[in-house]
């Protein structure tokens, strides 16, 4: 059984200038450390990765590695959705495919709108954006800003007390440069829109939080040591610390 006290200790001690990389801005807006009455909802949105999707070695998905490091005074749901996009979370999306099925309803309305309100709602989206996996074409950074806007706002206007944006993760140095490109993109429309919109704070860089040792070889989804930092990552940002 792992150790997550002990674990959280070595991890704080290993990585003591973390702070510096696990979040958006130096300007950053932090989740504001929640006083737990009964018990604090914690909603988890994202595509497959959240999902608990890994490359090998694996071992726990980050969205329990966070809920274990959270603890009994919180809940947390992850409604992860395999191949999706910001297009499909968007309102903007319609009818949209996500983990090998049609839904008749947008992704949101199926899978985030009956899970709120909620106290903090994690996003983390734009690897299937910039590969354009399942999409006609890949997500143009114009586009990724509109759909993520339009998903933040539904997110307040159901009930989200706080929306927290995480950046994408990044992929292997062999990846098509115009990928890389639209991800740097979406990052800095991320860090953005965390540090300057009401109800929006910034979550873990992703982007520069993960390294090569986080993945096996090219695969987009990081291994079992990539989301246990993840987890840690997420859940220390949601506990303010």
């Known amino acids: 059984m792992i150790n997550y006290r ?31 009455w009964g018990r604090t909802s914690i909603l988890m949105i994202g595509d497959s990765i959240t999902e608990g999707v890994q490359s090998n070695p694996s071992a726990e998905p980050y969205t329990a590695v966070a809920a274990k490091i959270l603890g009994k005074g919180f809940t947390v749901t992850q409604v992860g959705c395999g191949g999706a996009t910001t297009w499909d979370w968007s309102s903007l999306g319609g ?15 199926a899978r985030a709108r009956p899970n709120l309100p909620a106290d903090v709602v994690t996003v983390m989206l734009g690897t299937n954006d910039a590969t354009g996996f399942f999409e006609p074409a890949p997500i143009s950074p114009n586009e990724y800003r509109d759909n993520l806007a339009n998903l933040v706002t539904n997110l307040l206007n159901d009930g989200a007390g706080q929306v927290m944006l995480m950046t994408p993760p990044p992929m292997c140095e062999s990846t098509n440069p115009d990928v890389v490109m639209r991800l740097e993109a979406y990052r800095t429309i991320v860090e953005a829109m965390c540090s300057t919109r009401k109800g929006v704070v910034c979550g873990p860089d992703v982007y520069t939080l993960l390294t090569e040792d986080d993945f096996q070889g090219c695969d987009p989804h990081p291994n079992g040591l990539g ?10 940002m949601i506990l303010g610390q």
């Open 227 to 236: 989301h246990l930092t993840l987890g840690i990552a997420v859940a220390m």
């Open 6 to 36: 002990l674990l959280i200790f070595l991890y704080s001690v290993i990585t003591i200038s973390i702070v510096s990389v696990i979040s958006c801005t130096h300007q950053k807006k932090m989740v504001t450390p929640v006083k737990i």
């Open 95 to 109: 009818v949209t495919h996500c983990g090998g099925q049609f839904w008749d309803r947008n992704v949101y309305e």
